[in-house]
């Protein structure tokens, strides 16, 4: 890790009133280097970066740094719940079906929450979740 990520990330929490550790800084830079990462894959690569880890601190910390709106979670239907560090925008997503590549996709219309449903039953919208589906272009040429 750089020190000058490190430092960001350092000052990142504190301004969010989160308590600094260097598990919750290897896990926000692991999650800037890998978006759309498991806690799985995020656990390995935070090993990788400070050794031992346990499974549970991975997940305390993620939902921690969830709570706190400095991670996004999204749980695509049939996969692992998966983290990105692109908060506060209401993009979507598109899915390979075949390989789980997962890629951003800005909102269809510039306000939110980009989709009007045909009936908002009282409800104050304010964010929309869109995933779509399909196949990528390398498995759709195998």
């Known amino acids: 890790m750089s020190s000058g990520f490190t430092e960001a ?22 999650v800037k280097d890998s978006p759309h990462a498991t ?7 935070v090993r990788n ?11 305390d910390s993620l939902s921690v740094l969830v709570d706190k709106n400095l991670l996004r979670r999204i749980q695509p239907a049939g996969s692992a ?8 925008d209401n993009h979507h997503h598109m899915i390979c079906r075949d390989c789980r590549t997962m890629h951003d996709v800005d909102c269809a219309v ?15 919208i304010d964010e929309a979740e869109v995933i779509y589906w399909g196949r990528c272009p390398a498995c759709q040429s195998q």
């Open 39 to 45: 806690a799985d894959e995020l656990a390995d690569e």
């Open 9 to 30: 990330t350092t000052q990142l929490l504190r301004d969010n009133g989160v308590q600094v550790t260097a598990q919750r800084i290897a896990i926000l830079e692991a």
């Open 81 to 88: 719940a998966r983290y990105e560090d692109r908060v506060g």
């Open 49 to 59: 970066q400070i050794g031992t880890i346990s499974r549970q601190a991975v997940y």
């Open 110 to 124: 510039d306000e939110v929450p980009c989709l009007s449903p045909s009936a908002s039953h009282g409800f104050e």
